[in-house]
């Protein structure tokens, strides 16, 4: 799979997403970033926690893969932000999106991964 065009398609589908990086199982950045021409909310030090804790819950809920299925994806609303996370099989792909967008949008750009995934 060809993540930096993975994130570069999630980048297309909405002016809102601010971040789209894909991430090993140990939360370092393997592909993608901020959007061009935005910062992040956060110091280096905390991007670098929160991924490594990202990485560390896909571990968690692969946990319960034999009795529930595998998660798709996991959505978190914020205030100053909107998370969706993404489980691929050695990797994860976080978003994070303007607080601005509805959970509908949200939810639009959601399915519009799901099927980049699926055809990758």
């Known amino acids: 799979m060809d993540f930096n065009k993975l994130c570069k398609q999630v980048f297309a589908l909405n002016d809102d997403v601010r971040y789209a ?7 370092g950045v ?55 996370t993404f489980y691929l099989n050695d990797h994860t ?7 601005n967008l509805d959970s509908h949008t949200a939810m639009d750009i959601a399915e519009d991964t799901v099927e980049f995934l699926k055809k990758a």
Do not use: C, H
């Open 21 to 27: 990086a894909v991430i090993n199982d140990m939360g």
């Open 30 to 84: 393997v592909a993608g970033g901020m959007r061009k021409g935005i910062d992040s909310i956060t110091d280096q030090t905390n991007d670098e926690l929160y991924l490594a804790q990202t990485a560390l819950r896909k571990s968690m809920r692969q946990r319960f893969d034999n009795t529930m299925g595998k998660a798709r994806f996991a959505y978190v609303e914020r205030e100053k932000l909107s998370l969706i």
């Open 93 to 99: 792909l976080v978003v994070a999106l303007e607080p």
